[in-house]
């Protein structure tokens, strides 16, 4: 990094944009990745696809468990 940075031409609030939702990433093990995405693969659906079907499934069973 450089000692010094020249903001003379920034604005302020360029790229703040209200009300965006940001995704924070999610990191998996080695081993919990290479079996989503193998069953991923399996089924013909994206990587994001089953991750979210079966977090969906383990809400509804948390919620139904209440």
Do not use: T, W
């Amino acid at each position: 990094m450089k000692d010094e940075y020249d903001f003379s031409g920034a604005q302020r609030g360029r790229f703040y944009r209200p009300g965006a939702e940001l995704a924070p990433p999610v990191h998996l093990d080695p081993d919990v990745l290479g079996y989503c995405l193998e069953r991923a693969r399996a089924g013909g659906a994206s990587l994001s696809e089953m991750v979210n079907d079966l977090l969906r499934k383990d809400i509804a069973r948390i919620e139904g468990s209440r």
